[in-house]
């Protein structure tokens, strides 16, 4: 079992910058892949960011990159989502989630991840 516990979501302007952390407990974090998504209102769920177990490798979705930058620390069992140059299509709930099946490529469809936080909601005002 792995527990996933997102904070740090709020409301910012548009331009601005947020940071999302997402607490793992259960078991150990470094032995697998982690990934972010977001659900828009109205929309379905969309993949955001992914990084490998060891955090060598990342992925991001064309429309986040250049601005988000996904990064673990593993000692702290915590995964992190820096936004900057936020804008209001950014506006939805973020998810992590954890992908125990492929440590070092992970998935970037849903259904690629076993665990999932509760989420947190991110607003950009215009």
């Known amino acids: 079992q792995v527990q996933l516990v997102e904070s740090g979501g709020g409301l910012v302007q548009a331009g601005g910058s947020l940071r999302v952390s997402c607490a793992a407990s259960g078991r150990t974090s470094s032995r697998y892949a982690m990934g972010w998504f977001r659900q828009p209102p109205g929309k379905e769920r969309e993949f955001v960011a992914a990084i490998s177990s060891r955090g060598v490798s990342t992925y991001y979705a064309d429309s986040v990159k250049g601005r988000f930058t996904i990064s673990r620390d593993n000692a702290k069992n915590t995964v992190y989502l820096q936004m900057n140059s936020l804008k209001p299509e950014d506006t939805a709930v973020y998810y992590c989630?954890?992908?125990?099946?492929?440590?070092?490529?992970?998935?970037?469809?849903?259904?690629?991840?076993?665990?999932w936080g509760q989420g947190t909601q991110v607003t950009v005002s215009s």
């Open positions: 989630a954890a992908d125990l099946t492929r440590s070092s490529k992970p998935g970037k469809l849903p259904y690629n991840y076993d665990y």
